[in-house]
């Protein structure tokens, strides 16, 4: 079981950066694949990052790779996205996932946070 607990959000204006971050409880942590996934208004969840359970291997939607990087650190039970040259467009809720297999697909996480919101002004 893997609990997880999005932080970091909040209103910024565009150009500007923020870092977000998972904490999981659970000694699974270390086992899993870990995603980033956001949903805007009226649109559906869509996949931003993954990253392997070892951290040697990552994954970015076309719409924010050279901007945002996924990190872990297994021995703090933690994952994180840093958000650079933040758009309007990147606002949305974002949200954490765990999955047992390295995937872009939402349907294979098993286990989720609450979200965290991301606000980008013009």
């Known amino acids: 079981q893997v609990q997880l607990v999005e932080s970091g959000g909040g209103l910024v204006q565009a150009g500007d950066s923020l870092r977000l971050t998972c904490a999981a409880s659970g000694r699974t942590f270390r086992t899993y694949a870990m995603g980033w996934f956001r949903q805007a208004p009226g649109k559906e969840r869509e996949f931003v990052a993954v990253?392997?359970?070892?951290?040697?291997?990552?994954d970015y939607a076309g719409s924010v790779k050279g901007r945002f990087a996924i990190s872990r650190d297994n021995a703090k039970n933690t994952a994180s996205l840093q958000m650079n040259s933040l758009k309007p467009e990147d606002t949305a809720v974002y949200y954490c996932a765990g999955s047992s297999i390295y995937s872009r697909d939402d349907g294979l996480f098993r286990y989720w946070g609450q979200g965290t919101q991301v606000t980008v002004s013009s």
């Open positions: 990253i392997s359970w070892s951290g040697g291997s990552t």
